[in-house]
Each structure stands twice: as C-alpha cells, then as structure tokens.
C-alpha cells in the first residue's frame, strides 16, 4: 500500500513539474513565451508592417505541440483607408552608411514625431535590433517635430554614426514615438521601412 501512494505521489510531483512554465522572451518586439512540457502560452506583442500601429498584439495556446486556440489584433482598419503615418525608403540613396526616408500623414490629424530609431536586421525567421557602435543605447535630442494633415517630409538619416556601416542584409529601420499631436501623453505608435543593402 506504501509504495502504491508513493508512485501516486511522484507521479503527481512529475504531472505538476510538467505544467510549471519557463517564460522566454521572443525577439520580434516584445512577445513573451511560456513554455511548459504540455504546454506552450504565448503574449503576443511584435512589431508588423500589416498594422496601422507598428504591432500586433494577442495570444497563442498550444497543447502537446496542437494550437488549442488564440487570438491576434494586427489594427488594420485604418491602413485599408489609407488612413495612416507611412515610412519609405528612397531607393537610389540606400548606402550602408544611410538612407534618404519620407514620412507622410495620410490622416486627418496632425501628428509628431522626434529623432529616435533603430535599426534591424532580418535573421532566421526574425527581426533582431543591431548592437550599436558602442554596444550602448544611442542618445538622442528631445526636439519634437509636428507632421501636419496629408504633409510628407524626408528623413536624413545616417545610421553609419550609431550602427556603423550596415553588412549586406535585410534590414528596416523603426520609429517608435509617433503620437497624436492633440494628445502628447498618448502612447507612441511604430512605423517602419524595410531595405536591403547588397
């Protein structure tokens, strides 16, 4: 009888060590992984191109490797009226020291945006954020600058001072902190540009 209530027990034990989760921290933007051995849950927050904020958000279930349920929000309804901030590369000034960009308002609200980026590279299935040149975050200044209704202005930029000169490869460059004008407390939203250098 003893050692029949002590298979029960490990057993038990094993069946509890087996729902135990091990969070890991995706690299598509922010989507945290619970993985257990019968089970996989996943908080997702990654960045998208399809979506008029930068990111989708939901959730994933899987069961002994089967998705079990989930739901994803990619925010694509304003994007369908072209009803968007939109970030492209000029094609002709891509160098691995920078690029030439343009940011247009296509909304009915007046927008702003500052300085800050970063840049990432596509790699096995992900968009991973490059080191820098220092290993460090870049510093930015904090000037503001407003994007007025349907107005479209080119972006500068020379990566090659924060990141250096940018290997050949699939890369975008990401803006994080596009806000509403009217509500400068809102949270940011991302827009991004894909490139490749060659």
Known sequence: MKKKNI??????????????????K???GGSVEYKAILYKYTK??????????????????????????GKI????????????????????????EGAVFIIKNNTEEEYSYGDPYTIEKFENGYWKEIDTITNEPLSWNSITYNLKVNE?????IKWSLGYGKLK???????????RKSVSPESRAYSISAEFSIK
């Not at 038990?12 to 060590?17: E, G, H, M």
């Not at 050949?168 to 596009?178: A, Q, T």
């Open 7 to 24: 298979i029960i027990i490990i057993a038990l034990v094993i069946f509890v060590l087996m729902l135990i989760p091990i969070p890991i």
């Open 26 to 28: 995706l690299k598509d």
């Open 44 to 69: 997702i927050h990654r960045l998208s191109e399809k979506s008029s904020t930068g990111y989708e958000d939901g959730w994933e279930l899987n069961i002994l490797g089967i998705q079990v349920g």
């Open 73 to 96: 929000n990619t925010y694509v309804e304003a994007r369908r009226n072209n009803n968007s901030v939109e970030l492209e590369v000029k094609d002709s000034s891509i160098t691995p």
């Open 152 to 156: 479209k202005r080119e972006l500068n």
């Open 168 to 178: 050949s490869g699939k890369y975008r460059l990401v803006k994080h902190d596009l």
